[in-house]
């Protein structure tokens, strides 16, 4: 019998994203009996996992259809995922790159490769997926309770925010009710993420999707000198606005737009008469904003200890 595009993931994705991910996991100073309740296998296979080779496993991987950059990004997220121990993100993550590289057919030689009796015509995989932003943003949401962030969250606390396809209003943006706050030292949302939850970071993505429509995501963080060096250090392109004493979402979203261009990582509003300078960082989705987040509070973390 023909194995379904699902069976593919399950037989041929997943056991090699194990191997990879264990492996990653071990380096970071994990148990194995950990790591084995983490993936959902025995501690002997988290044995064998850790002795198998990498490059094999980039090889397996490269060719089901996936480019290095890709796989190392799969890895690094996940790993991010389950070091939180959130293993319910993991799955939702996994499930939603494994859908969404169906759906743009990157695995279909492979499969036809590995099955002569899938029709050469084949594209079925093209109309499995469909995003579902809630999930996406609770996967961001679990990388984001990393203590590399924490010293990045300003005094008026962050947020993020998530843009349906084509928005018409604020209740198109999800962001968190009640922002982003620290709790035990580590950023923390006071409540479940909810549609229409911010006005302001809603504001400036309903304006920004006008001139970059992929780009559906904004998250705001404090800024410094050291802010600024971790941003030129990085490569980030940053725009820059105000001062301005004008702190309405209205004028504040204006200032946005105008800076705003095909490219940008980061616009800092320079603040105002008691509006406090704020870095917003933009990307496609959360998980894009979030990994660019913590490679800020990486950079963060190295010019405050030198």
């Known amino acids: 019998m023909v194995k379904t595009p699902l069976e593919l993931i399950t037989d041929s994705l997943l056991p090699t994203i194990k191997v990879l991910i264990a492996k990653k996991l071990r380096e970071l100073g994990m148990s194995q009996n950990r790591i084995a309740s983490l993936l959902g296998v025995t501690q002997p296979a988290v044995k064998q996992y850790l002795d198998e080779n990498d490059k094999e496993q980039y090889e397996k991987l490269k060719e089901m259809g996936l480019q290095e950059e890709e796989i190392n990004n799969i890895i690094e997220d996940l790993v991010e995922l389950l070091n939180n121990g959130d293993v319910k993100s993991a799955m939702y993550y996994i499930t939603d790159v494994g859908l969404k590289y169906l759906s743009e057919l990157r695995f279909c030689k492979f499969h036809k490769e590995k099955d002569k009796y899938i029709p050469s015509d084949c594209d079925i995989c093209r109309y499995i997926y469909r995003q579902n932003e809630e999930e996406r943003m609770e996967i961001a949401l679990s990388m984001l309770q990393n203590e590399l962030i924490t010293p990045l969250i300003p005094e008026v606390l962050s947020n993020i925010a998530f843009a349906r396809k084509n928005p018409k209003g604020i209740n198109d943006i999800l962001a968190v009710e009640g922002r982003i706050t620290k709790v035990k030292g580590l950023p923390t949302p006071v409540s479940n993420p909810s549609w229409g939850a911010s006005k302001h970071l809603a504001t400036i993505l309903l304006k920004v999707v006008h001139k970059d429509a992929s780009i559906r995501s904004v998250m705001n963080i404090k800024y410094d000198e ?52 704020i870095t917003y960082i933009f990307g496609k989705d959360p998980v894009e904003v979030v990994k660019k987040v913590i490679e800020i509070g990486k950079k963060y973390r190295e010019l405050t200890e030198n």
């Open 226 to 277: 050291k802010i600024d060096k971790a941003l030129k250090l990085l490569g980030f392109k940053t725009a820059y606005v105000g001062p301005s004493d004008d702190n309405d979402d209205e004028s504040i979203s204006n200032l946005i737009f105008s800076a705003f261009s095909e490219g940008i990582d980061c616009i800092v509003h320079l603040g105002g008469k008691g509006l406090e300078p």
